[in-house]
């Protein structure tokens, strides 16, 4: 995940932290070439540091436990938001917790009812999960992506398409919008029956099932220079947190990453759906892309919706 920063006034800065609760050994951290690696060592969700006075200070946590600059014990979260002062955003909790989800497990294939979408969960718990640009086995993989996410996480794949033995899935990779092949037997497949919708005109966040508004709510947004991104994207990861930090209980991880700010130490930015320490900003065009929920809200969200479900952001 992503750590904490200070920054010169008006300083637009970013930095990596961890979610996890213990270290990891260094042949855990995953490569980020291009093409065949998923870019893994971290993930970047942004934030904008303000402070009146004070010099950058800029820490990084990799997967591998390596600190640089911060106090390892702190482990903030920068996503898309603006926040005075690094302690804002929270201790790393002691556990990572994902709630119980309504995604049911069908076996092969299901029918998807109206309003629900496909989910496949990669079989593997270690290593590589191959994925093909097309769908032909004989071919060399384009991506490998770690098997555990980078929120140490199932890997979970929208399903776009059911060709028989391959499934077109929406990845996790840059650019956005990038789709991927992948057999049909190196997954298990389940049916989420939500779909959650944000407005960016309102702003509104909705979430549906079975074609039928369950509840909507207001969120902030991304800023002018740094919108949040319009598309159809699915949820990789739900991340329990810090309750009194800026990020909220709970930090939803997308599928899509900031279409203004490429790379952050070399490592993707990160669009989310968390909760906040400032309610009166919601409705507001305030973050750097992430979609901020009242904490209310956002644990409701997280304690609804399963991992793979889509989210469409429209105008």
């Known amino acids: ?16 932290a961890s979610n996890r609760s213990e ?16 870019r893994t060592a971290a993930v970047v969700l942004l934030a904008l540091a303000t402070v009146t006075v004070g010099a950058l200070a800029f820490g990084v946590l990799t997967r591998s436990g390596s600190v640089s600059g911060r106090n390892e014990a702190t482990g903030q ?37 109206p309003g629900g979408s496909l989910v496949a969960t990669s079989l593997q718990t270690e290593g590589e999960v191959p994925v093909w640009s097309t ?32 499934l077109r899935v929406s990845l996790p990779v840059r650019p956005n919008g990038t789709e991927g092949w992948i057999p049909k037997d190196d997954v298990s497949m389940s049916v989420s029956t939500y779909l959650v919708r944000i407005h960016l ?10 074609d039928r508004l369950v509840f909507e709510t207001t969120p902030a947004i991304g800023n ?7 598309g159809r994207w699915y949820i990789r990861d739900i991340l329990q947190w810090d309750p009194a930090s800026v990020y909220g209980p709970w930090v939803l991880a ?14 993707d930015a990160v669009v989310a759906i968390h909760g906040t320490n400032r309610p009166d900003l919601l409705g507001q065009r305030v973050s750097l892309g992430c979609i901020r929920l009242s904490n209310d809200d956002v644990t409701r ?10 989210v469409e952001i429209v105008a």
Not at 26 to 31: K, P, V
Not at 78 to 100: H, I, K, N, V, Y
Not at 224 to 230: D, G, I, K, Q, V
Not at 254 to 267: D, T
């Open 1 to 16: 995940m992503v750590g904490c920063a200070e920054a010169a006034p008006s300083r637009e800065v970013a930095v990596i």
């Open 135 to 166: 769908p032909d086995a004989d071919s060399e993989p384009a991506w490998l992506l770690p098997a555990e996410t980078e929120f140490w996480g199932e890997r979970h794949f929208l399903v776009l398409e059911d060709a028989g033995d391959w």
């Open 301 to 310: 969200l997280a304690q609804t919706v399963p991992a793979g479900t889509p």
């Open 254 to 267: 997308l599928s899509a990453f900031s279409e203004h700010i490429e790379q952050i130490n070399g490592s």
């Open 224 to 230: 002018e220079r740094a919108p949040t991104p319009l």
């Open 23 to 38: 270290d990891r050994p260094d042949d855990r951290a995953r490569s980020s070439e291009p093409r065949l690696r998923s």
């Open 201 to 210: 005109d309102q702003p509104l966040l909705e979430v549906w099932q079975d």
């Open 77 to 113: 979260l920068p996503l898309s938001d603006e926040f005075e002062s690094p302690e804002a955003s929270g201790a790393m909790p002691a556990t990572t917790t994902r709630p119980a989800t309504t995604t049911t497990e069908v076996d092969p294939t299901p029918s998807i009812p």
